[in-house]
């Protein structure tokens, strides 16, 4: 059954520390989204991948965030340094990208806390 | 961007009763696509449908494109069919990725 891996489930860190997480996306998906959510803002798009390469990153804070592919198979999330207000579950997503085959599919989410 | 307006925000209903979640949306679309959030926080997607209609099982979805509305039914409601449902369109022009409305709580009551 083909699914979209999230990794870390859960994540509990000190504010300043660094935070890595991975997604795997389903075999032969061409596009990854990171999306994040909180109470307040909901489903908020961070950055999106066609083919690997980044296509939009202006929801990522820049100076703290940063996304990258380094492969086909990887996709990750990284924040340095974390701040409490960065607390939310955060969403990978991948999908095919084109017509009738660009429906997502979502991971299960990383749970983050930063005290 | 684009705007994403959903409503009813919350819903009760008693099981077995029928219901509409309504999404408008601000711009010319070429996505859109329903998720339902489970209890335990996995996004599942309900429907593709950036227009016409669609069934599937009790659930069925329909996109008025030219009128900007997205309208999701749930006919004979389970308790199952508790959580949050998003509708999620793509603007033809602008992030050429999902836009999430703030969702529609829905509670299914034995």
């Known amino acids: 059954d083909a699914r979209v891996t999230q990794t870390p489930r859960h994540k509990v860190t000190e504010m300043g520390q660094e935070v890595t997480m991975r997604c795997q996306p389903i075999?032969?998906?061409?596009?990854v989204f990171w999306y994040r959510q909180t109470m307040m803002q909901g489903l908020e798009l961070l950055a999106y991948?066609?083919?690997?390469?980044?296509?939009?990153d202006s929801g990522m804070p820049k100076d703290r965030f940063s996304a990258e592919m380094p492969d086909a198979t990887l996709a990750t999330l990284k924040i340095q340094p974390s701040e409490p207000r960065d607390s939310a579950v955060y969403f990978c997503?991948?999908?095919?990208?084109?017509?009738?085959?660009?429906?997502?599919?979502f991971g299960s989410g990383t749970q983050l806390s930063v005290l | 961007g684009i705007q994403v307006e959903q409503s009813p925000p919350d819903l009760i209903l008693q099981e077995g009763a029928n219901s509409t979640l309504r999404c408008n949306f601000s711009?010319?679309?070429?996505?859109l696509q329903w998720f339902h959030q489970n209890p335990w926080g996995q996004l599942i997607n309900l429907f593709y449908?950036?227009?016409g209609t669609k069934q599937n099982g009790r659930l069925s979805a329909t996109t008025v494109a030219t009128e900007r509305y997205s309208l999701l039914y749930i006919s004979s409601s389970q308790t199952t069919d508790s959580g949050v449902y998003f509708c999620?369109?793509?603007?033809?022009?602008?992030?050429?990725?999902?836009?999430f409305g703030s969702g529609t709580r829905l509670q299914v009551q034995p």
């Open positions: 449908i950036p227009s």
């Open positions: 075999l032969g998906h061409n596009t």
């Open positions: 991948f066609r083919n690997r390469a980044p296509l939009d």
């Open positions: 711009d010319s679309v070429n996505n």
């Open positions: 997503a991948s999908g095919l990208g084109v017509g009738p085959n660009e429906k997502l599919f």
């Open positions: 999620a369109p793509t603007s033809d022009t602008g992030r050429r990725a999902l836009t």
